[in-house]
């Protein structure tokens, strides 16, 4: 599997050297809010990677965020799964005996008023 892995990273890094290589004679100025930033004449090749660098990292910051809130729901869940656990135990321990001769109390009662 990791021949596989090997073989896909290199292709990868083939192509995009490819793409910068056919293109290192195109340039193109960027220009950003209505004319206040401009660029000078830069090669295409290094405004596709940084566009594509920044958005990486964009992402990265955003999943970060995302992690972190998945993180703080499964400890949530967990202190939950806990408390429904213990609850649980807590009515398998309690005694079967003690709920029968509760109820069977009334009844006795009542079965020696008859007989008096």
Do not use: C
Not at 20 to 31: E, M, R, S
Not at 42 to 57: A, D, E, K, N, R
Request: charged share 20%; hydrophobic share 50%; proline share 3%.
């Amino acid at each position: 599997m990791w021949v596989i892995r090997w073989v896909v990273a290199a292709i990868i890094i083939l192509v995009i050297l490819g793409f910068a290589l056919q293109n290192t004679t195109q340039q193109v100025a960027i220009t950003f809010i209505k004319g206040q930033y401009e660029t000078g004449p830069l090669p295409i090749w290094i405004i596709v990677y940084t566009s594509f660098g920044l958005g990486m990292f964009l992402w990265l910051f955003i999943s970060v965020f995302q992690v972190f809130a998945l993180k703080g729901k499964i400890r949530k869940m967990r202190n939950e799964n806990k408390r429904i656990r213990r609850e649980l135990d807590n009515l398998r321990n309690l005694s079967v005996d003690n709920d029968l001769e509760i109820k069977a109390l009334p009844e006795e009662a009542s079965s020696s008023q008859l007989f008096s």
